[in-house]
Structures are given as C-alpha cells and as structure tokens.
C-alpha cells in the first residue's frame, strides 16, 4: 500500500504569480508591475506605477551602433565607432 504524503511544493504554488510571461498564441513577453527581465548584466524592472528602472548599463560609450548605455544618468543610444 502507497503512502500518501502531502506536497508542500504544489499547495504553495497556488500562492505564486507569474510577473514574466509570454502571451497565449503570441511571442511577445509580458512583464507586469513588480517583474523584471534580466539580459545579461542589465535588469529592465516594472515598478508598482508602471515605470521601467533599468540598472546595470554601461558607462562607457559601447562603441557599438545602437547599444544603449548610461551617459551620466542619461539614457542614450550609441553612434557607432
């Protein structure tokens, strides 16, 4: 006979919601208030008013057309080389 154990996991995950998502039959990505997408070393968060904290660009001029960076708390997009 097969014991039965309760799964502390599954009850708790019914708690869990989903910041980060892809819409149904689509390919964009979802971020609700309070998520946050990491790609590489910068972090674009939703805050709880809607606004988009970006933390983790570059200082320096990347050099490369079209990278973002911070330029003394500016965000700006580079020229190129």
């Known amino acids: 006979m097969a ?3 309760p799964l ?3 009850s708790k995950m019914s708690d869990y919601s989903t910041k980060v998502y892809h819409e149904i039959g689509g390919d964009r990505m979802v971020v ?3 998520g946050a997408v990491k790609i590489g070393a ?3 968060t939703v805050a709880a008013d809607g606004n988009v904290i ?3 660009l570059p200082t320096a001029e990347p050099a ?3 990278a973002l960076y911070s330029n003394s708390g500016v965000l700006t997009l580079s020229n190129g080389p």
């Open 3 to 5: 014991a039965n154990f």
């Open 8 to 10: 502390e996991k599954e």
């Open 32 to 34: 609700e208030p309070g």
């Open 42 to 44: 910068v972090v674009f």
């Open 54 to 56: 970006i933390t983790g």
């Open 64 to 66: 490369a057309v079209g």
